[in-house]
């Protein structure tokens, strides 16, 4: 341990190191001539003969060192801190570059986290890699869908014997209702007994399920999770044998499961599957999901082979059910991505996102090859001096690894921000539905890929650039040195900042118009107070066996129809409620729809025959909403001219909208909107072509409010009336007084529950707090998307910045000359100016192009704005490429022309 | 030979600590001034010995009052310098035998 202390401290302090041999040496060198003068000699002779008895100094130092075996550490180190140097010395390039890269290297770890998490997840439970799912697609429908039955569960348990301990779940909604008498949605786990020695937990307090428990008429039993104990039953001890309420039925509580345990999915309440197979006519049997332990011996392979021969043997015996449906056994954890199969998908993506990097590094490598040209001189100098070729790449990627390690320190940190905030935004958005496996966090694997990264930025960055500057012949560069020249940019190089400042050009307006939303740029909008509101969404759950089904038959919706009348009805009785109006969303406002509208001509009645659907027709890009007969009033916005939807235009056949200001300036031309019609042109939404929807006629207007609650931006938007029978489920927005939203959420609950037991408000809570979740992903994605322009800003910055200081510092004698055969300052800047920015002029063009391209590929119409945003981004290319050729123009006016001519 | 010169220092050292000039003014005096160290081999040996862990280093000071390095046998040094004699011995006997053998034939 001391001797590698030593080494350590050798190689990190080598100076100290150096110093103490130092010491050693003179008092060596002083005994020594003490002693010669004892012996008698002159003090002259004394200090001669020791010398020569010493040897030379500096090479017996350097033996000491190859002693240590230090000298290629002591080289590397040399190069960190050569590099750390330059890295100082070009402080700007330095942030830059740093910062571009952090980018870079987030994007890739932020992805690899969770493409690592949901392609490749390890199930923490005993063994978690030998639960596989077993699932059957239906490859006739072409969807793929996944049909899983009842009856398949009973075929496989007879026949697959390479599984054990076949087992099924299905999930159901209820209220759950404990002794706390808080009413609270969950997400209930039907699941086989086996089930619970598929995962192989024991309880923590009192059994799991037996298979006494699935026959129908033992009694209802519930197994809870370790957290729902805690908080619902003040983790009492005596928990077993207490009674819980799921929707209509009581429960007695058999069981808790440890802490973490969330098997299958993420869930809190388990209760026995009891559906019997014989209930069910062939293929009429509810769907569920099978899943089951590998027997030992066996593998995944085996295991899907057998399943295969099941599947081909059911196809030929009943080819009316089975005849298309293709087994498929995975991995338990695989199974929750939408499309297993298309897992190479996700390898894909990470394989485009690490290109990012690629991109950022080669954008910041010309950049560095533009300072390392500058200094090949200094190259060429080492290597006459006898320094490899190997050795020099050696230094300059040394020099780019400080900066990438750099890099990758600030690109993991801000990788974990974003994981936690996307952790926090899938709790949101999934909730129950997250499987419980699911944390995206950084992994040792993540850690090592962004090594990896961090090595391949430094090869693009440092060596790509120093095969470059040291393939040129040594020779050559070194006589160019000696006449005053440095390397030329050729041909090559003018393309290289045109193409720079085209891709700057096409690609910012992107980010800059994600930013110009957040800014405010656009049209100020009539916000809309959502305190005091709390946002409901309505579920009925149904008993049978079809549960988990969302309604779709007609005595379902007629049963609902009348159920959701009486909690609106009941809801408003309560004395603290003032206002319950129904939504789209349960943010309660956000475009339910657009598409481009066509006017009405002449404002006359006869719509019907108004233009012909082929006929040059001005199409007017919309958006719209659906909102609540009472929403304005509900909500305190007021109708500015016409009138508010009454209960008449929820009619069938009836068209009434509501327009909001910029409508009115921006479609119909401002003016007075009631009375004019609109309407979809024909062939839009059905696809047949023939007959155009009905006209819909403006009967009020309303300021321009946020497209969705929250939201900052107006765009055109007219406002149709919801149908509340229409929609399933049902988003209420209930305001209150004298409460707040946050206290009156389980009073909701209640009054849902009077109704009918199986009546289930989903979530419930304040609208504020929606209204904010809702905007999360889209912040989380503004976030990255300003990241990446914001690098690319800066590196097409620096990099025109730098190319064109180089360009320009290429001509400097030339500029000598034209000064000395008498040219005037001016003419001589603005020659110089004039084709540097030639380049840029052409990159800008092509850019602003390639700007509208790209928009009009991501499906965005160019309008004034847009073309605002991308001409001031040519304008501010085309400013920093000016300031960047300007000085060192105006340094090479400083040029005697004399030095100038001397070098010819 | 690199060896012997280990070998020497060592020997040296079990005798009690000492510094770089110490060690070569002892070898002279126990060789009768038959050898002379080159410095150039003294202190390359002596980061050599310390890197294999048979001696120690610790600065001092000298009676003179001067900063020094004082080297110092471990007790691998210690273990290393028996084994490191019993092999010298062994080959000096290997080689006076060849050497005898030779002078007897001539």
């Known amino acids: 341990v001391k001797r590698w202390l030593r080494r350590l401290r050798a190689v990190f302090r080598r100076g100290a190191v150096d110093r103490e041999l130092d010491q050693e040496m003179a008092l060596h060198l002083e005994l020594e001539i003490q002693k010669n003068l004892r012996a008698g000699m002159t003090p002259y002779e004394a200090r001669r003969q020791a010398h020569i008895a010493f040897g030379g100094v500096e090479r017996f130092k350097q033996q000491t060192r190859e002693a240590r075996m230090l000298d290629w550490v002591g080289g590397l180190s040399l190069d960190m801190k050569l590099g750390a140097r330059m890295l100082l010395k070009h402080p700007a390039l330095t942030a830059v570059g740093a910062v571009a890269i952090a980018v870079g290297i987030m994007i890739g770890a932020v992805s690899f986290s969770v493409i690592e998490t949901v392609t490749d997840p390890a199930l923490p439970l005993e063994q978690g890699d030998r639960i596989v799912t077993v699932q059957n697609l239906d490859a006739a429908e072409g969807s793929q869908a996944r049909q899983t039955h009842l009856h398949d569960l009973e075929a496989w348990r007879a026949q697959l014997d390479a599984l054990e301990e076949l087992s099924a779940y299905r999930t159901v909604n209820r209220n759950l209702v404990a002794p706390d008498g808080r009413i609270e949605p969950v997400r209930v786990a039907e699941m086989s007994a086996s089930g619970f020695r598929v995962a192989g937990v024991p309880a923590l307090m009192g059994r799991y399920f037996t298979e006494e428990d699935e026959l129908p008429t033992a009694p209802a039993v519930v197994v809870i999770a370790h957290e729902l104990w805690r908080t619902r039953f003040a983790g009492a001890p005596d928990v077993i044998g207490r009674r819980v309420r799921l929707g209509p039925t009581e429960h007695t509580v058999v069981g808790v499961m440890p802490k973490g345990f969330g098997f299958p999915v993420n869930n809190r309440v388990w209760t026995p599957l009891r559906l019997d197979p014989l209930g069910f006519g062939p293929g009429g049997a509810p769907d569920i999901d099978v899943f089951a332990r590998l027997a030992p011996g066996s593998t995944l392979g085996g295991a899907q082979a057998q399943a295969s021969a099941i599947a081909a043997r059911l196809a030929a015996d009943e080819p009316e059910t089975h005849g298309s449906i293709r087994t498929q056994v995975l991995p338990f954890a695989r199974a929750f991505l939408d499309t297993p199969q298309l897992v190479w998908v996700f390898y894909l993506v990470q394989v485009v996102l690490s290109l990012i990097l690629v991109a950022i590094g080669l954008n910041f490598a010309i950049l560095v090859y533009a300072r390392t040209a500058t200094r090949s001189g200094e190259i060429a100098v080492r290597t006459a001096l006898g320094a490899s070729r190997a050795r020099v790449v050696a230094q300059l990627f040394t020099e780019a690894l400080v900066l990438s390690s750099l890099s990758a320190v600030i690109g993991l940190a801000a990788a974990r921000y974003v994981l936690s905030r996307i952790n926090g935004f899938v709790a949101i958005l999934g909730g129950e539905q997250v499987p419980f496996w699911w944390r995206f966090d950084l992994t040792g694997r993540t850690v090592l890929y962004v090594a990896g990264l961090a090595v391949l930025a430094a090869v693009i960055v440092g060596v790509l650039p120093a095969l470059k500057a040291t393939s040129s012949r040594v020779q050559a560069t070194l006589q160019r040195m000696s006449s005053g020249r440095g390397l030329e940019l050729g041909r090559r190089w003018t393309t290289l900042i045109a193409l720079q400042v085209t891709v700057a050009v096409a690609v910012l307006p992107i980010p800059l118009s994600v930013f110009a939303g957040n800014l405010g740029f656009q049209r100020p909008v009539t916000e809309i107070s959502t305190t005091d509101f709390l946002t409901a969404t309505l579920y009925l759950d149904r008993l049978d066996a079809l549960d988990g089904r969302a309604g779709s038959d007609e005595d379902f919706g007629a049963r609902f129809e009348a159920l959701r009348a009486e909690v609106v009805r009941r809801l408003q009785a309560e004395p603290e409620v003032t206002a319950v109006v129904p939504t789209s969303v349960s943010h309660a406002l956000a475009p339910s729809g657009g598409g481009r509208v066509e006017l009405e001509r002449g404002g006359s009645g006869d719509g019907l025959g108004g233009p012909a659907p082929d006929a040059e027709v001005d199409l007017h890009a919309t958006q719209t909403s659906l909102v609540d007969v009472g929403f304005f009033r509900a909500f305190g916005i007021p109708v500015l001219s016409g009138r508010e939807f009454r209960a008449a235009d929820t009619v069938p056949g009836a068209n009434a909208v509501i327009v909001n200001r910029t409508f009115v300036e921006e479609v119909l031309g401002g003016g007075d909107p009631i009375g004019r019609r609109f309407r979809f042109p024909a062939g839009v939404g059905d696809g047949s072509g023939a007959e155009p929807p009905p006209w819909l006629e403006v009967v009020g207007l309303v300021a321009d409010l946020p497209s969705t609650m929250g939201g900052k931006a107006a765009s055109r938007m007219f406002y149709r009336p919801l149908v509340p029978g229409d929609v399933y489920p049902l988003h209420l927005a209930v305001r209150v007084q004298g409460t707040t939203p946050a206290e009156f959420t389980n009073r909701v609950r209640a009054v849902a529950m009077s109704v009918d037991p199986v009546l289930r408000f989903g979530t419930v809570a304040p609208l504020d707090d929606a209204v904010a979740r809702a905007g999360e992903g889209e912040r989380i994605l503004k976030l990255v998307v300003v990241a990446l322009g914001f690098s690319a800003l800066l590196l097409s910055g620096a990099g025109i910045s730098a190319l064109m200081s180089f360009t320009v510092t290429q001509r400097r004698r030339e500029i000598g000359i034209r000064l000395a055969l008498g040219a005037a300052r001016y003419q001589v800047i603005f020659n110089v100016l004039r084709r540097a920015l030639r380049q840029v002029g052409v990159g800008l063009a092509l850019g602003v192009l390639g700007s509208a391209l790209l928009m009009k590929l991501l499906g965005q119409s160019m309008d004034a704005k847009d073309w605002m945003l991308v001409a001031m981004n040519a304008a501010l290319m085309a400013a920093i490429g000016t300031v960047a050729a300007i000085d060192p123009a105006r340094r090479g006016l400083e040029v005697e022309p004399t030095e100038a001519l001397k070098g010819e | ?106």
């Open chain 2, 1 to 106: 030979v690199r060896g012997t010169l280990d070998l020497l220092i060592l020997k040296a050292l079990s005798l009690a600590p000492m510094h770089g000039w110490g060690i070569a003014q002892r070898l002279e005096q126990l060789s009768k001034d038959a050898l002379r160290i080159g410095q150039g081999s003294l202190y390359p040996a002596l980061q050599r010995l310390e890197e294999k862990g048979w001696i120690d280093s610790e600065w001092r000071t000298t009676d003179q009052n001067r900063p020094a390095k004082y080297y110092e046998l471990t007790a691998a040094g210690r273990r290393a310098l028996g084994a490191e004699a019993a092999s010298w011995r062994e080959y000096v006997n290997v080689v006076e035998g060849i050497l005898g053998t030779t002078g007897e034939a001539t």
